[in-house]
């Protein structure tokens, strides 16, 4: 598939130190659907002199070379050796999330962050939806074993503790969790002087849930002709986001830019790439207690390529049709300015879909019905990998 084709696609969708112990508790809080940048402070405001054309709408000069993921810093090659390592040490795991028996039930835990869309957050000044994120990441792979998230565990470090701040981040987290029908169960937050930049902060956060052991969705029973069904992103999500934050530096565009090409919709840059990652959980748990799914793949780093193949079966793959679904204008933009190549992209982002459904031919029809927007993507096949037409 050449570098024209996905751009096309795209176009024609089908469709520490002295940490501080701190205790649980379930606030109220309120949902955000999106994220708006301070319009009247220089606060985000980003420019950086590159080679493009005075527009800033993405063209770029012809000895500029494709960006890739690793250029960017990030190597999924080397995590993925070190997990095969990991696993000599600890068999077993390589899923979504991690399951613990306990009776009938098995309780399922994961552990992520949000990655370098912290940058972002830094430069924007948006704290209030990075929590949103960071719950997201831990409760989407472990609903992928059909798993109701009970509790939620976040760590933030600093070097220097900004009380206003902080607050800020930990109610995105509570409006995560809310979200995710779980509760703030606790945390840490560790002061660590010298550590990070002045003003800087990183998050990461454990999610723990249960499902009953007859019920937990594990992919041993998909078979070939199996249907793929994706679930739509909000855009980037928190993965991707050191390679996204290069092609910003090479557009030569401001956070607070139009995105252009954005379908007639007025949105900045920063906030298309701010947009908090969805939480799926109860949309997902509403469509498997109606049955006919048999596993789920949380699309983060890795993309399609490397995450879709986790739930199947050995000698069984997937053929993913490309321009199936509506790809966001934000990854149009990446891909041309950037010159990212096809399979670059399928590795790396989401490129709109969030979270895909491997169920039975009869439920599909019924699934897509009662999910919409959702999108028919693809289906299982012989021989191992992700195959596109």
């Known amino acids: 598939m050449g570098a024209g084709r996905l751009l096309h696609l795209v176009r024609t969708p089908a469709t520490s130190p002295a940490p501080a112990a701190r205790p649980g508790g379930h606030p109220q809080p309120q949902t955000h659907n999106y994220v708006r940048l301070p319009r009247t402070t220089s606060a985000g405001m980003r420019r950086v002199a590159v080679s493009c054309s005075g527009s800033g709408s ?9 960006m890739t993921y690793k250029g960017a810093g990030v190597d999924i090659d080397a995590g993925t050796e070190l997990v095969r390592r990991i696993r000599k040490m600890a068999p077993g795991i390589g899923g979504f999330g991690g399951l613990f028996p306990h009776g009938d039930e098995y309780l399922v835990a994961g552990t992520d962050g949000v990655g370098t869309k912290l940058k972002l957050a830094f430069e924007t000044g948006i704290h209030d939806t990075i929590g949103i994120d960071l719950v997201a990441m831990s409760v989407n792979d472990i609903v992928t074993s059909g798993a109701k998230p009970l509790f939620f565990l976040d760590y933030f470090a600093t070097s220097r503790l900004d009380v206003d701040l902080a607050e800020k981040v930990i109610k995105g987290i509570v409006d995560g969790c809310q979200l995710s029908n779980c509760i703030l169960l606790g945390g840490e937050t560790a002061e660590m002087p010298d550590f990070y930049q002045e003003g800087e902060y990183d998050l990461s956060g454990f999610a723990v849930g249960a499902v009953k052991k007859d019920k937990v969705i594990d992919g041993k029973n998909i078979v070939e002709g199996d249907v793929l069904i994706g679930l739509p992103s909000s855009g980037v999500h928190s993965n991707g986001f050191s390679l996204a934050r290069r092609v910003l530096e090479r557009s030569g565009l401001s956070l607070t830019d139009p995105l252009p090409r954005n379908d ?126």
């Open 264 to 389: 007639g919709v007025t949105t900045t840059v920063g906030e298309a790439l701010m947009a908090p990652t969805v939480i799926y959980v109860k949309q997902v748990l509403e469509i498997i207690s109606k049955g006919g799914v048999k596993g789920l793949a949380h699309i983060t780093g890795g993309g399609f390529t490397d995450n879709i193949p986790r739930v199947f079966p050995k000698g069984l793959g997937a053929k993913i049709v490309t321009g199936s679904w509506e790809v966001p204008p934000v990854f149009k933009w990446l891909q041309q300015v950037g010159k990212i190549e096809d399979a670059e992209m399928l590795r790396t982002f989401n490129l709109g879909v969030g979270m895909v459904l491997v169920v039975s031919k009869d439920a599909a029809d019924r699934i897509l019905e009662e999910s919409s927007p959702a999108y028919r993507i693809g289906e299982v096949i012989q021989g191992e990998g992700v195959h596109y037409a």
């Open 58 to 66: 993405g063209s770029s000069s012809a000895d500029e070379e494709g």
